[in-house]
Nanobody, 129 residues
Framework: QLQLVESGGGLVQPGGSLRLSCAASGFTLDYYEIGWFRQAPGKEREGVSCISQSGGRTNYADAVKGRFTISRDNAKNTVFLQLNSLKPEDTAVYYC??????????????????????WGRGTQVTVSS
């Protein structure tokens, strides 16, 4: 069964950091681009970042550029999202999602929810003092 599982969320003070992980089981991530999305209460889900199959292309939403970093370790079948300098407005449930690499979804930003085939259940990030 194809599955993505996010972890690493939690409660952090403004200015703090978290590292989110997205682990795949049942398939290898080598052939997939990965996107991170987030959804705050009462808001639509939005694209945060994406990474190509090789890791050579990454994209970020303007709101997180310079603060978040996406990376992948294909040997561990895991993608990471490093969140630094967190702000209260970063509070949301963060989801990772996978799409076949040949589609080239990460070459277009903002990334489209509709293009991603496999989704995790999300991890909560709360930024509050």
């Amino acid at each position: 069964q194809l599955q993505l599982v996010e972890s690493g969320g939690g409660l952090v003070q403004p200015g703090g950091s978290l590292r989110l992980s997205c682990a795949a089981s049942g398939f290898t991530l080598d052939y997939y681009e990965i996107g991170w999305f987030r959804q705050a209460p009462g808001k639509e889900r939005e694209g945060v970042s994406c990474i190509s199959q090789s890791g050579g292309r990454t994209n970020y939403a303007d709101a997180v550029k310079g603060r978040f970093t996406i990376s992948r370790d294909n040997a561990k079948n895991t993608v990471f999202l490093q969140l630094n300098s967190l702000k209260p407005e970063d509070t949301a449930v963060y989801y990772c999602a996978a799409v076949r690499g040949w589609i080239g979804a990460c070459s277009r930003f903002p990334i489209s929810i509709d293009e991603y085939s496999y989704w995790g259940r999300g991890t909560q990030v709360t930024v509050s003092s």
